[in-house]
Nanobody, 127 residues
Framework: QVQLVESGGGLAQAGGSLRLSCAVF????????MGWFRQSPGKEREGVAV????????YYADSVKGRFTISQDGAKNTVSLQMNSLKPEDTAIYYC????????????????????WGQGTQVTVSS
């Protein structure tokens, strides 16, 4: 059973930065796909960034390209999301997600591709 524990998030001003981290427990070595998603009230869950664990391929939503960076640390079993140049529209609950599959670029930003989810962490950006 895989467990994901998120940390980070909070309140930031527009133009500021925040960093989210996701610790993965119960994980066995494999090139699994991991992602960060976000959801705000009345909207569908959106795939923000994905990365292949122990890999180098990354994929981003157009809305965050050039501002957000996803990274993984295999030694620490963590995946992080560095968020810079934050905008009020980035306000949402952010979720870490783990897939038992590799990062198929055609579907890796779809919520249905993932098997395990973290509890979510709130990110609020004020204007």
């Amino acid at each position: 059973q895989v467990q994901l524990v998120e940390s980070g998030g909070g309140l930031a001003q527009a133009g500021g930065s925040l960093r989210l981290s996701c610790a993965v427990f119960g994980y066995t070595y494999s090139s699994n796909c991991m992602g960060w998603f976000r959801q705000s009230p009345g909207k569908e869950r959106e795939g923000v960034a994905v990365i292949e664990f122990f890999g180098v391929d990354t994929y981003y939503a157009d809305s965050v390209k050039g501002r957000f960076t996803i990274s993984q640390d295999g030694a620490k079993n963590t995946v992080s999301l560095q968020m810079n140049s934050l905008k009020p529209e980035d306000t949402a609950i952010y979720y870490c997600a783990f897939s038992r599959r590799w990062c198929d670029p055609q579907v890796a930003r779809s919520a249905g591709y993932y098997d395990y989810w973290g509890q979510g962490t709130q990110v609020t950006v004020s204007s």
